[in-house]
Each structure stands twice: as C-alpha cells, then as structure tokens.
C-alpha cells in the first residue's frame, strides 16, 4: 500500500500541537509498518530527522503554504499533479486539508481520503483568526468532510462537535488521543523547588506555570488577571511562568500585562525546546492551563507526566483528558481561576491527591497509543 502524506507541519525546531501529532504518531507508523510505502509530502525543505525509515519517499511540493492563497494553491494545483504521478492508495493529512481537486484515475483502485481534524475553534470563534484564514477554514472544511473517507479527531469532544457541526455519522470518526513526550518526567525530589532547570534559576522560588501558543483561546490574559488577584490575596511569593511565543491577535495580554499589580512576578520565556520545557514544566507548583476552547491540551497530559498538579478548564475537551487529575474552573471567571490557585497553593493533600490521580490518568495517553489508533483508522478507511 502506498500512502501519501500532507507532512507540510513537520518544521525542525517549530512543532506544535498537530505539529507533534504528526511526527509522533509518523515515527511510529513508518517504522511499525515496513510493508507499507510512505509518501512524505513537504511545502519547503525539510530536516533529516523527519525521515524516519527507509520506506519513506520525501518530495518537496512548492510554493511554501504558510497564507490562505498559498493554502489553496499548494493544495488545489501543485498537489494534485505530485498525486496523478504517483497514484497512492490512502491520503493521510494530520492538519484536516485536503485536495479537493484529486481523485484517482479512473479504475478499480480508488484513493481514500483521511483527515485528522483536530478541533472547530475556527467554527466558534471566527472573529479570532485572521480574517483570510478564518474565510478559507469556514470555506473549505465542510467540502474536506464530505470528501473524506473517514475522520479522525483528537478527543471525544471534538468527535461529537464534528458530527454535530457538520451533520457527521459519529460512527464515521475515529478518536485518537494525543500523547506526551518521553522527556516529561518527574524531577528527583531533591531537585524540586527553584533550584533546577531554566528559568529556575531567575524565579528561585516556586510558580505556576502556563504553556501554550499566546493566541486568544489561551485565554492569558485572564490568568495573568487571576494572577494578579491570587498574589493580592496570598502575600506569597510564588511566580507565574509564561511558555510560548506570540501566534495573532494578543493585544490583549499586553494591556492586561501593563495594567497588573505583581507584573514583576510574571516571566514570560518565550518558545522553549522540548527539554528545557519538560524541566520547567517538572519544577513547577502547578500547571495553570485554562483556555476557553481546546481540542485536546497536550501541556495537561505533560504535567501530569511529571508529576505536577493540574488547574484547567471545565469546558471543551479539558475536563475528558484532566480526568480526576485537574482542579476544573471556569475559563471565563478570574475567581474561579483565582480560587484555584489559592486551594493548590494552600493545600498539599490537594496537590499530592491531583498528582496521584494523574499518574492513573496518564496512562490512558501515549503517542505509542497515538500510532496504533491512527492505524487503526487508516485500515478502516482503507
């Protein structure tokens, strides 16, 4: 079997969450499945790394597809072309796009079609993505549903938002959890509590932590608000962590930012490397994720790797991937989020209960689990 792959999101050093989805669940699968033939498809040059056994074929398709225009592009005229050439069995887009303009050659053998649609935030809340891109995601999404063979999302949530929205026979969508990187682990106890791993070495003292592409759904600035509330009411000196870089439209964050009591305390990091991340994440007194819409939330299972407490939102998928193992809020209140940050740092019995729990939960996610689900899909769609 021949099965080619929108890899356009495999980006060295610039992985995010579908991003990760894509090079984990791939790794796996090459190599799990040699029998089988790979057509890895990029939109620019690509890194070694992402080649990950023999049977795979790289093949650069231009233009770079980084604008609506270009999305369309890529996927309208040049792929079709590399397509029609090679004929492949099943196409594979771990980002939900699709050419609309392929279909396979008149004959018997017909090429099926699976995308992983991670989430419907752009449905939600288009009046948060720029506008071209918000126009091209409402445009061309429900045209990728109806062309796909099957579907597979990232949570349960999003399966039955999916079949919702876009009028979908669940039993036609696959659930195919995301997993967490070896890397997040605990630190050793002696290690714990401002002494290890950058940016302890500036903090040296405890904090809460939030990780996450600064983009309006992360809902920053309410934390960074509750923050700010959390230390008027503490008198501690406890720190808050900011992991990420700048994705649109957070002009938000910097009037809240200005505007707050204790910006002092606040430490923004920027885009931190895997392994610098999970020990950041394993140092911290708690995970502080609490976006307003998610798909899934890779940072909570990452905490939860690492032994670290969770606060998140009870909306969306957070409360399915938290299980027992968050303290759940409104995403919309600063004193829910406030409160929450009080009990976590008030109540130790609290916090060891949310770690011992999440090592239950965590074992329900892996991106070996990833892998063979996705497979799993890939052979029902075939």
Not at 362 to 375: I, M
Request: hydrophobic share 40%; net charge neutral.
């Amino acid at each position: 079997m021949l099965i080619a792959v929108n890899t356009r999101l495999l980006l060295k050093d610039r992985l995010e969450g579908m991003g990760w989805f894509a090079y984990e669940s791939l790794k796996r699968i090459t190599k799990n499945h040699p029998e089988h033939q790979f057509l890895f498809l990029f939109d620019r040059p690509f890194s070694e790394e992402f080649i990950f056994s023999d049977n795979i074929t790289p093949i650069v398709v231009g233009p770079q597809a980084r604008h609506p225009f270009l999305w369309y592009w890529w996927l309208e005229q040049a792929l079709p072309k590399v397509l029609h050439k090679h004929d492949p069995d099943l196409f594979l887009s771990p980002d939900g796009f699709l050419p609309l303009a392929y279909s396979s050659p008149a004959g018997p053998k017909q090429c099926k079609f699976l995308p992983v649609i991670h989430d419907l935030y752009f449905e939600h809340y288009p009046q948060e993505i720029p506008f071209l891109a918000s126009k091209f995601f409402k445009r061309y999404f429900s045209k990728y549903v109806k062309k796909a063979n099957r579907i597979a999302t990232v949570s349960e949530y999003s399966r039955q938002d999916i079949s919702s929205y876009y009028k979908v026979n669940p039993d036609k969508i696959d659930v195919v959890y995301d997993g967490a990187n070896e890397l997040f682990k605990p630190l050793a106890p002696t290690l714990k509590g401002g002494n290890a791993g950058y940016p302890l070495g500036q903090v040296g003292a405890e904090y809460f932590l939030f990780v996450g592409a600064l983009s309006p759904r992360k809902n920053v600035a309410r934390l960074l608000q509750a923050f700010d509330e959390f230390k008027k009411t503490s008198s501690s000196n406890v720190k808050l962590v900011i992991v990420g870089e700048k994705l649109f439209m957070t002009s938000d964050i910097g009037v809240v930012y200005e505007k707050m009591q204790f910006k002092a305390e606040v430490i923004f990091t920027g885009r931190l490397g895997t392994e610098e991340l999970s020990s950041v994440m394993a140092s911290a007194l708690a995970l502080v994720f609490v976006p307003y819409f998610e798909g899934f939330g890779i940072p909570i299972l990452e905490a939860m790797y690492c032994d670290v407490p969770v606060i998140t939102s009870n909306v969306t998928s957070m409360p399915e991937v938290a299980g027992e193992a968050g303290l759940l809020v409104d995403p919309f209140s600063i004193d829910s989020i406030k409160d929450a940050m009080l009990k976590i740092y008030n109540d130790e019995a609290l916090r060891n209960k949310l770690i011992e729990n999440g090592r239950k939960q965590r074992e329900n996610f892996s991106w070996d689990k990833t892998a063979e689900k996705l497979w799993g899909s890939i052979e029902k769609t075939i």
